[in-house]
């Protein structure tokens, strides 16, 4: 990460060009939407590299070429949704393997986990990977799979992601960082010792509410070539025009990166001065626990904001989010639009609420996705709906 610690966005031309070759037939700048199931050949498996979609599309290919490169990686898989890319990698595993996840991350992830994988064997523990040692006690024999996400959704903890992978490599284990939340434009957790990294496309890659989507991206060939398989025979795979969506947004990421980067700043040191907030959670605070970490492996510190109220009641706390008027109350993150959101009865309804307290996300807690409107206009608006 030298070259890039000092704020030196150098690589904004690869968001502009990766993955992308003009239409060898027409010259189209864009790579052209090949909405087709399938392929014909000239005699049997004599073909032009493409058989079938769920194998592979030239449309798709081109998106796994631009994220693998801007994660810094050498293959990338695109699946259907982040969840699907997920599965994917729990289905590296088998009956008896243990898996160490945070107790700090999407609630989708958790759901995934303990209601699905679980019960064919795989054991999850969940650590709280804010101290590193903390994972390095659960290490066993068994440990095959460390799972990770920082900034932690909703409540903004930071995890070292190089101490992390310096106890996985001589242990074998794989270490998968889901990496939504920095965006490849702020975080490149394979130049930090990762072996995978996840995204759901769905947010700061798409960056448009438009679609949902997710993707892997690893260096390590037989890695991509199990995924791969796993990914072609559970065939959760995008359609076409998804693809052309994301690889669209992607050309704009480090732009809106910047922007969210910037509203976010001034948005989370508005909310620490408005005497109706008792907690501002945001990585770029020289208070925020890990803020050193922060920033070593991060560029930027993005534009997601958790904040609670001193009022915990939660007629209180409703009024608040349903009164905004530019920011919209709704689930997901990273669009151009800034959303609001209730963790605790929207993204984070499914883990039980005892777990949810004794991770520290709070009843009284709201989460921001700051968009790339006007900063005043937002504070404004968040001015008007806390009273
Ligand atoms: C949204 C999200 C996911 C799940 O992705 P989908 O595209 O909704 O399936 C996983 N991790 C994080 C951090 C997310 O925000």
């Not at 070759?21 to 000239?42: N, V, W």
């Not at 620490?272 to 501002?280: E, F, Q, S, Y």
């Not at 958790?306 to 920011?327: A, G, H, Q, Y």
């Amino acid at each position: 990460m030298s070259d890039s610690n000092n704020n030196s966005f150098k690589g904004d031309t690869k968001y502009v060009h990766a993955g992308m070759q003009p239409d060898p037939t027409t010259g189209a700048i864009m790579t052209p939407i090949y909405q087709t199931s399938t392929y014909i050949q000239s005699s049997p498996e004599v073909h032009k590299g493409y058989d079938y979609s769920r194998a592979g599309n030239p449309t798709r290919t081109a998106l796994e070429n631009a994220c693998a490169e801007i994660e810094n990686g050498k293959y990338a898989l695109i699946f259907s949704s982040g969840v699907a890319a997920t599965d994917a990698v729990i289905k590296l595993l088998k009956p008896g393997d243990e898996v160490i996840a945070a107790n700090d991350m999407y609630g989708g992830t958790y759901r995934l986990f303990s209601k699905i994988f679980e019960k064919f064997g795989v054991k999850f523990w969940y650590a709280d990977m804010k101290d590193s040692n903390n994972v390095a006690k659960l290490i066993n024999q068994n440990t095959k799979l460390i799972w990770l996400e920082t900034p932690t959704n909703p409540l903004m903890n930071i995890v070292d992601i190089a101490a992390i992978t310096k106890l996985a490599q001589p242990n074998k284990i794989i270490v998968c960082v889901d990496n939504t939340f920095a965006s490849p434009y702020l975080q490149n957790p394979l130049d930090l010792g990762a072996d995978i990294v996840m995204h759901s496309s769905t947010k700061y890659l798409s960056g448009h509410s438009d679609v949902i989507q997710g993707c892997l991206v690893m260096k390590d060939k037989p890695l991509y070539d199990d995924l791969y398989f796993i990914q072609k025979t559970s065939g959760a795979v995008p359609g076409p025009f998804d693809c052309f969506l994301v690889l669209r947004g992607i050309k704009t990421l480090h732009v809106r990166m910047q922007k969210h980067c910037e509203n976010g700043e001034k948005i989370a040191n508005y909310l620490r001065t408005n005497n109706k907030v008792a907690k501002v959670y945001w990585p770029g605070f020289e208070d925020h626990p890990n803020h050193a970490i922060a920033k070593k492996q991060m560029r930027g510190f993005g534009g997601m904001i958790s904040f609670e109220l001193i009022d915990e009641n939660p007629e209180e706390l409703k009024r608040i989010v349903s009164s905004t008027k530019i920011i919209s109350l709704a689930e997901s993150l990273g669009g151009v639009e800034s959303l609001i959101n209730h963790p605790a009865t929207m993204t984070h309804a499914s883990i039980p609420r005892e777990e949810r307290i004794k991770n520290g996300l709070k009843d009284s807690l709201i989460r921001l996705s700051i968009g790339i409107e006007d900063a005043d206009d937002l504070m404004k608006d968040l001015q008007q709906a806390l009273g």
